[in-house]
């Protein structure tokens, strides 16, 4: 983990601008599994699992307002998440561990194989 004492943006490049995640409703059947799955056929479109069993899905893609230094040029009139994204919750001066990730068709049918075989 980095020094907590020195969370500045200095040295990053733009980590929170490179992508979004939005929280999905936890999948509880193999009928709620088919829009994740359809999901992660797309490049660039991830799902993943928090520590805290949150489930999102999430955009690789960066923020069109994200110039090459890696500087915000709508800065006063950004939205109202990036004025609420703190150094304390940001990827760069933190470490998760995802539970689980899944990038691939591949990866997530394999994941519902194993939840639900002893149900099938
Ligand atoms: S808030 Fe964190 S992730 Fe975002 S640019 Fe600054 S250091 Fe990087
Ligand atoms: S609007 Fe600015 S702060 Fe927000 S994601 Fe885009 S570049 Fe980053």
Redesign the pocket.
């Known amino acids: 983990m980095k020094d907590p004492k020195s969370k500045t943006?200095n040295g990053?490049k733009?980590?929170?601008?490179r992508y979004l995640a939005i929280e999905i409703d936890t999948p509880k059947t193999k009928e709620d599994f088919e829009d994740l799955r359809w999901y992660v056929t797309h490049k660039n479109v991830n799902v993943y699992v928090e520590e805290d069993n949150m489930w999102n899905v999430e955009f690789i893609t960066p923020c069109e307002f994200l110039d090459e230094d890696n500087q915000c040029t709508v800065y006063e009139n950004r939205p109202g998440i990036c004025k609420e994204?703190e150094?304390d919750e940001?990827?760069?001066?933190n470490e998760y561990n995802e539970k689980h990730t899944f990038k691939t068709l591949k990866e997530i049918d394999e994941y519902i194989k194993n939840k639900f075989k002893k149900i099938i």
């Open positions: 943006c990053c733009g980590d929170c601008c994204y150094h940001c990827l760069f001066h």
